[in-house]
């Protein structure tokens, strides 16, 4: 079994910055591809960054330039660095990560989900 904990969600004003962060723990052997998404009310679920094992990045256009995701091995984290936020950043975000086990087989989690206000 795993769990991802994210952590970092709140309010903050426009053009200011929040960083989310989310640990998994478990029966993890090796992770691999994680990534943050985000939903706000009456919409889809969305890409907002996703980043690789060895580290390549991909950003939705709307947050390039703003947002950082970034990865910690060893503590199978996965962080998310957010500036100059805008009001349509409002969203619960959620982290994703893809995670193989001692047996071989890779799964799919989700954390919890966190929520972001950008509000004045």
């Known amino acids: 079994q795993v769990q991802l904990v994210e952590s970092g969600g709140g309010l903050v004003q426009p053009g200011g910055s929040l960083r989310l962060s989310c640990a998994a723990s478990?029966?993890?052997?090796?992770?691999?591809?994680m990534g943050w998404y985000r939903q706000a009310p009456g919409k889809e679920r969305e890409l907002v960054a996703h980043?690789?094992?060895?580290?390549?990045?991909v950003y939705a256009d709307s947050v390039k330039g703003r947002f950082t995701i970034s990865r910690d091995n060893a503590k199978n984290a996965v962080y998310l660095q957010m500036n100059s936020l805008k009001s349509e950043d409002t969203a619960v975000y959620y982290c994703h990560q893809q995670i193989m086990q001692a047996t071989g087989l890779q799964y799919d989690y989700w954390g919890q989900g966190t929520q972001v206000t950008v509000s004045s």
């Open positions: 980043i690789t094992r060895g580290g390549g990045t």
């Open positions: 478990g029966n993890i052997f090796s992770p691999n591809d």
